[in-house]
């Protein structure tokens, strides 16, 4: 194109370029991540047999139109939320892209914002549900995942990287890394949870062959594993300790299936809302103020504010007073009676 200062730069090269810019600025480790997983998804989606690697200025309005909102576009296949992110990081991209002359214009200059997605119904089981899925689970990983995920609340992504020195029994403790907020923490375990962690250990001690001494304290504590066949019909787990379980949801999504609840989008958030509610809401029948119930329950799920809380709950205080104040209680009535006393009033004065 007329005015390019530099050479034609390919896609691939592009990409590559920009991610080492924001690792040399210090983005956090998640931001990479994002960036890398949204620039990789679009360098597939844009590429073709014909020309798999495209020059960037060629990369044109109507292509990322089409790629957000063509029959196979973005958007079809996600939230709001998500859609956002794959934009702002695009957008982004193509700012530095821009910068350093490879293109001539943003082409996602007219991409905007998605709004909102309706507010769906997620599924919250109550405490009796929540105990009734550990018996619906049919091998033991499933059931150690399901265990410390609703005692812990913690996302499937630090569920995955626990290791065996992080279960301290003794200590009754369970020391993790909140990836998401890269802050280390330490969950207390509870009596169920040190039931489950005992039985656990010892299970995963002779499915090694090995004493319970010997299990190495950098193995995870909720490992990958294949299903082995060792006879007619009948199957064993094979475990690989050093191997991270890939689609850890899959382990809560197993036996919601077999009780017979809806799978599509659950998972460790299944758990991890379910158990808050309950605690929240034990709290609250104790006597707890609201307020104060929000705070622990806060730090249950390791949230930054307690406003990140009360969505994640699915509450809403202004819901709170308003069920308070009209619920089996006269409304339009009493405001009339109120509006004829005031008339009364100031015929008096």
Not at 95 to 111: A, E, F, H, Q, T
């Amino acid at each position: 194109m007329a005015g390019r200062a530099r050479p034609a730069m390919r896609l691939a090269a592009g990409c590559e370029r920009y991610l080492e810019r924001i690792k040399s600025e210090g983005q956090a480790d998640r931001t990479v991540y994002t960036t890398h997983y949204a620039l990789a998804r679009f360098r597939r989606a844009v590429g073709t047999r014909r020309d798999p690697d495209p020059y960037l200025h060629l990369i044109t309005d109507a292509v990322m139109d089409d790629y957000c909102f063509g029959p196979n576009g973005i958007r079809r296949g996600i939230g709001a939320v998500s859609f956002n992110r794959y934009r702002s990081v695009l957008k982004t991209f193509f700012d530095y892209c821009l910068l350093m002359r490879w293109v001539d214009i943003n082409p996602m200059d007219g991409i905007g914002r998605a709004r909102p997605d309706a507010q769906k119904s997620r599924l919250l089981l109550n405490a009796g549900e929540l105990l009734r899925l550990l018996d619906h689970c049919t091998n033991p990983v499933e059931r150690i995942a399901c265990a410390i995920g609703m005692n812990t609340g913690l996302r499937g992504n630090d569920v995955k990287h626990l290791t065996i020195f992080d279960a301290n029994l003794a200590g009754g403790a369970l020391q993790t890394e909140i990836r998401k907020t890269k802050k280390l923490d330490v969950k207390p375990i509870t009596t169920e949870l040190h039931f489950e962690l005992s039985s656990w250990l010892h299970k995963y001690a002779e499915l090694m062959e090995l004493e319970l001494t010997d299990l190495q304290d950098d193995w995870l504590l909720v490992p990958a594993y294949w299903m082995v066949k060792r006879g007619v019909d009948q199957y064993g787990l094979k475990l690989r300790p050093t191997d991270k379980y890939a689609q850890p949801w899959n382990l809560v999504q197993h036996p919601l299936e077999r009780m017979g609840f809806p799978t599509k989008g659950e998972g460790f958030h299944t758990l991890r809302r379910s158990s808050a509610r309950a605690l929240f809401e034990s709290l609250r029948d104790q006597g707890e103020g609201r307020d104060h119930a929000l705070m622990i329950v806060k730090e249950f799920l390791n949230h930054t504010n307690t406003a990140q809380t009360e969505q994640y709950l699915g509450l809403s205080h202004e819901r709170t007073i308003r069920d308070t104040l009209l619920k089996d209680k006269p409304f339009l009535s009493a405001l009339a009676q109120t509006e004829r006393q005031r008339v009364a009033e100031q015929g008096v004065a």
